[in-house]
C-alpha cells in the first residue's frame, strides 16, 4: 500500500491508550475501488484516521474509509499486531447536505484484548463500531501507552501485476479533523494541541505518482484550546476538487 499523508500529526508523549476526535468528513469525496471489487489490490480510497504505534514494534491505524460511495470504518496493521493486516467494515453510513451532518465523533481505546473504536454523528447516535482482537503480546504492550497519530490520507494499492497506476477520480475535499483528546495510561485527558504533536504535510509514500497533490485549507489552527487541520487531497491535479465552495 502506498499513497499521500495530506496531514499528518503525531503525538509527542508515548504513554496514551485512547483517543477521541471530532471529524468533519469531506464536502466532496470520491474514490476507485479495487478491480475486481472483492479484490485486495488496485483501489484507491480517502481514509481519516487514529494511529496506535509502540516505538516500530507494534501499530495499527483505525478509522473511517469512503469506498462505494459511502463511509465505513477500517483498519490497517503490522502483521504481528493482528494477523488480518487489512478490514474494511460491511456496515456504511453516510453524511447529508447541512455542515453538522459532516460531524463525525470518533473514539478508540484497549478494552479486553481489543482495540475498541465507536463513531456516532452529531447527534451522539452510535453509526459505527470495529472491535479489533490484538496479537497478545502486541496487546499487553500497546495498552500500556501508544504514540498518537491523526492522519488524513490518500490510500493507493498495486494492481494485480505489482504495479501502482495513476487512479484519477481518487480525491477528497476539506475534510477537517479537530478536537482531540487523548487519555494517558494513569488516565489523564490531553488535549491535542501544537506543543505536544509533530506534523508533516503531503508526505508521499514510495510508489506514489509524482503528480498526486495535497491542498492544506487550513492547518495549525486552535479552537478552544485544540488544534485543528483542513485538508483537502487527489491523485491528479487536473481534477482539483478543492474549488468548491468553501464552507463558512
Known amino acids: 500500500m502506498s499513497g499521500i499523508h495530506t496531514v499528518y500529526r503525531k503525538s509527542i508523549g508515548t504513554n496514551f491508550v485512547e483517543v477521541e476526535s471530532k471529524i468533519y468528513l469531506p464536502v466532496t469525496c470520491y474514490c476507485r475501488e479495487n478491480s475486481p471489487v472483492n479484490s485486495g489490490y488496485n483501489g484507491a480510497f480517502p481514509e481519516f484516521f487514529h494511529g496506535f504505534y509502540k516505538g516500530s514494534s507494534y501499530g495499527l491505524d483505525i478509522g473511517i474509509m469512503y469506498r462505494n460511495g459511502s463511509y465505513r470504518l477500517f483498519f490497517y496493521s503490522y502483521k504481528n499486531t493482528q494477523s488480518t493486516q487489512w478490514f474494511t467494515s460491511s456496515k456504511t453510513f453516510n453524511i447529508g447536505d447541512t455542515y453538522e451532518s459532516r460531524l463525525f465523533t470518533l473514539k478508540s481505546f ?45 490510500a493507493l494499492n498495486k494492481n494485480s501485476a505489482g504495479e501502482y497506476t495513476l487512479p484519477a477520480p481518487c480525491y477528497f475535499s476539506q475534510a477537517k479533523w479537530t478536537q482531540t483528546k487523548m487519555k494517558t495510561a494513569s488516565g489523564t485527558v490531553v488535549a491535542m494541541t501544537n506543543s505536544n504533536t509533530t506534523t508533516q504535510h503531503g508526505k508521499k509514500d514510495n510508489g506514489t505518482p509524482d503528480n498526486t497533490y495535497a491542498k492544506n485549507d487550513s492547518l495549525n489552527v486552535m479552537e478552544g484550546g485544540y488544534v485543528a487541520d483542513v485538508a483537502t487531497a487527489t491523485f491528479d491535479k487536473e481534477h482539483e476538487p478543492y474549488k468548491v465552495k468553501p464552507i463558512s
Open 110 to 154: 484497549f478494552q479486553n484484548g481489543y482495540l475498541v473504536t465507536r463513531c456516532y454523528n452529531s447527534s451522539g447516535t452510535l453509526v459505527a463500531s470495529l472491535d479489533v482482537f490484538l496479537e497478545p503480546a502486541a496487546y499487553a504492550s500497546m495498552s500500556q501507552g501508544c504514540t498518537i497519530n491523526r492522519e488524513m490520507c490518500l
